[in-house]
């Protein structure tokens, strides 16, 4: 059951005349009085033909209209405005029952305390099967404004109880941390210009993928200019920027202006303060550029960085902030990714959103390397091959499954809920991702006598899951993986259990494809050769120059043969 609160302004009469009329789309069926202050008496337009809206409304604003004329000063935001909805899966609610329910929500806001005879004025009206409207004029009988000062909370946890009291569907309890939900001017708004999202919602997207790309708040507000978002400074007299808001181009005023909201109307981790304390806490010791020359490329780099994920949650205030970048990872990951997975992988990042934030505070520090990692990638100039690609997409569904397990475990229902969605679209895209190399790995498989081996490092490495990863119908990509591996100089026996040890297997959907997705990571370079290690400690003690010996001729050739021809020679 949901019910939201929305301060109306002072005319009574006018939302009378919403709540009695046909509706939008007349929808407004039988529109009468449920329950009210004093339901005895009281003028009902639906079932009193004399009854009109006008004395309706004047019944209500009295004692408005004697504070007005007591002190002096007009009262302009008395109307209280409350639609309460049941769920569409919810059974039927009689009038006695909906009469009910706006009695604990008006005692729970403050509107009408219980045993207070000079308590605020309301009515509940029914004109639906699944909702009724709370009007209520906020001037009490003594002429007193009531304290309505977080309300909103207290009436949520009122339906919470009403849900589990009356069987109704059960939500979960508000933190404070959501995004405001789109209004239904908003919305009526969108539909209008013909756009699919209203202009908070669009402007929370392009500000998520902007945060990846920068490096500073200055960065950050030129980057949303940049990008064709209106943008309004707010600095000190010394210049500093101290707050933002942004308006979607063409949101106009009915004086034909901009339409501006600040970041942390938008989003509550959106706000310039929150914003600024992620960036600085994340300045590269070197621009992307020149991390490009490294050894590994961007995506094994953030792969890499997600491996201590699960370690790093142990601290609330870094597991905050591990979780807030993981998303900026997920975002970077989905604008670099190829067109057929990035559907799939921005809604898995706006899923995350709502995940990314909780009620703790985060220690922004901790993160640096998993926020590097998301700047590196889109910074990166060329796509990912397909075995990098895939690992780090099985890499992302792991720590997504991590943090909704914490949050989970800090009884965060909506974060946990979020991640939950999130975790759904990230595996579907790698899924996908991991298909082509599936299909190359199985079409090459070891020789029989080969995967007879395997087969036992499998059961000898990860024993409790063994006859589910030789079952798997990527079992022979499996193996496949391991041979190469091997090729390089690797042990499959070590490697599997590596593999394990990093994610559980239990939970995995398909524990084969985990395995190949995480042995493809960590067994892509040849093993380092041992006695040329050790040659080389031996000369650089004696003062000589150490000569570079590296793996065999065989080992060498072997590791760097495309898969097929490889398994042509072991045939």
């Known amino acids: 059951m949901i019910a939201a609160i929305k301060p109306s302004g002072a005319n009574t009469r006018g939302l009378l005349a919403y709540l009695y009329g046909p509706g939008r789309n007349d929808e407004h069926l039988d529109p009468h009085i449920v329950a009210g202050f004093a339901i005895l008496g009281m003028p009902d337009p639906g079932r009193d033909e004399n009854a009109t809206l006008t004395e309706l409304a004047r019944h209500l604003d009295e004692p408005v209209r004697l504070r007005n004329n007591e002190f002096g000063q007009k009262v302009t935001d008395h109307v209280w405005h409350c639609p309460v909805r049941a769920a569409p899966e919810d059974r039927y609610l009689s009038d006695v029952e909906w009469a009910e329910i706006p009695q604990r929500i008006v005692e729970a806001a403050g509107i009408a305390p219980a045993d207070d005879d000079l308590a605020c004025r309301w009515i509940a009206v029914r004109h639906a099967d699944d909702h009724i409207h709370i009007l209520a004029t906020t001037v009490r009988e003594d002429g007193r404004r009531p304290k309505l000062h977080d309300s909103g909370l207290r009436v949520g946890d009122a339906c919470r109880e009403i849900e589990k009291d009356y069987g109704l569907r059960r939500l979960k309890k508000g933190d404070r941390t959501g995004a405001r939900r789109p209004t239904q001017a908003e919305m009526h708004k969108a539909e209008r210009l013909g756009c699919e999202q209203t202009s908070r919602e669009w402007l929370q997207d392009r500000i998520r993928a902007a945060i990846p790309h920068v490096t500073g708040a200055e960065e950050f507000i030129a980057y949303l200019e940049a990008d064709g978002i209106e943008v309004k400074a707010r600095r000190g007299p010394s210049g500093d920027l101290l707050g933002y808001a942004v308006g979607r181009p063409g949101d106009l005023n009915e004086n034909g202006e901009q339409i501006f909201h600040s970041g942390g109307k938008i989003a509550p981790d959106l706000s310039l303060p929150k914003i600024k304390a992620r960036l600085e806490y994340s300045q590269p010791e070197e621009h992307p550029t020149a991390r490009r020359n490294r050894p590994n490329t961007p995506w094994h780099q953030a792969t890499d960085a997600l491996d201590t994920l699960h370690a790093d949650l142990a601290e609330d205030t870094h597991a905050q902030a591990h979780l807030a970048a993981l998303g900026e990872l997920i975002e970077a990951t989905a604008q670099k990714a190829p067109a057929n997975l990035r559907a799939e ?108 081996v395997l087969a036992s490092d499998v059961r000898a490495a990860v024993p409790v899951h063994a006859e589910r990863i030789l079952t798997d119908p990527a079992w022979p990509a499996l193996a496949t993986v391991l041979a190469d591996a091997e090729a390089r100089g690797h042990q499959p026996h070590q490697l599997l259990k590596d593999a394990a040890a990093e994610r559980e297997l239990t939970t995995a959907r398909q524990p084969a494809r985990v395995l190949i997705a995480r042995i493809q990571h960590t067994g892509r370079n040849p093993a380092p050769n041992r006695r040329a290690e050790a040659a080389r400690r031996r000369s650089t003690i004696a003062g000589s120059v150490p000569a570079q010996q590296g793996p065999s001729p065989q080992t060498t050739a072997a590791a760097t043969m495309p898969i097929g021809q490889r398994h042509r020679q072991r045939r």
């Open 345 to 452: 992988l921005q809604t898995a990042s706006k899923a995350f959103a709502r995940a990314q934030r909780s009620r703790i505070r985060a220690e922004d520090r901790a993160a640096h390397a998993l926020r590097l990692a998301a700047r590196d990638i889109v910074y990166t100039a060329t796509g990912p091959d397909g075995s990098a690609l895939a690992a780090l997409l099985a890499g992302l569904v792991w720590a997504t499954i991590v943090a909704g397990r914490w949050h989970e475990a800090k009884n965060h229902a909506h974060q946990a809920e979020a991640a939950r969605q999130a975790v759904q679209h990230l595996q579907t895209a790698a899924d996908h991702a991991l298909a082509p190399t599936l299909t190359e790995l199985a079409a090459w498989p070891p020789r029989e006598q080969a995967r007879g």
